[in-house]
């Protein structure tokens, strides 16, 4: 039998930092994840963004709870073309309910910001 291999094993999205109240995560720009002008994908680093900020909300919650995407907001500001594309996932406000995150994406390479994100996780109790 095969071992199943998940698909963000395949993208080689790697953790950089990951404290309570910050995350960095990257991702390499290859041409298999690359658009027809050669940057990454916007859904590849949306999937960036929101991982990043998931395991941030994740680390501010109890022990018997998860979280998951309530909402997310993404302003494209240029192409990630040279990479990797680097997510800092930061804290706005982490209560009962709502955790907020806000992620920056920038282009290593070029030192130039790529995306601006916020997103909303509903905190859930575990079943």
Do not use: C, W
């Not at 963000?8 to 953790?15: E, G, Q, S």
């Not at 309910?97 to 909303?120: E, F, G, K, P, Y």
Request: negative net charge; proline residues 3%; aromatic residues 2%.
């Amino acid at each position: 039998m095969t071992e199943t291999v998940h698909l963000l094993h395949l993208l080689d999205y790697r953790t950089a930092v990951e404290t309570d109240e910050r995350v960095v995560m990257e991702m390499d720009n290859r041409p298999d994840l690359a658009n027809v002008r050669g940057a990454l994908q916007g859904g590849l680093i949306a999937t960036l963004i929101d991982i990043a900020g998931g395991v941030l909300a994740g680390r501010n919650v109890g022990p018997d709870q998860d979280v998951t995407t309530a909402d997310l907001n993404i302003h494209y500001l240029a192409p990630v073309v040279e990479g990797p594309a680097r997510a800092e996932a930061t804290i706005v406000r982490a209560g009962r309910r709502l955790i907020v995150t806000a992620v920056d994406v920038t282009d290593v390479a070029r030192d130039r910001l790529a995306a601006r994100a916020t997103l909303s996780f509903a905190v859930l109790d575990k079943r």
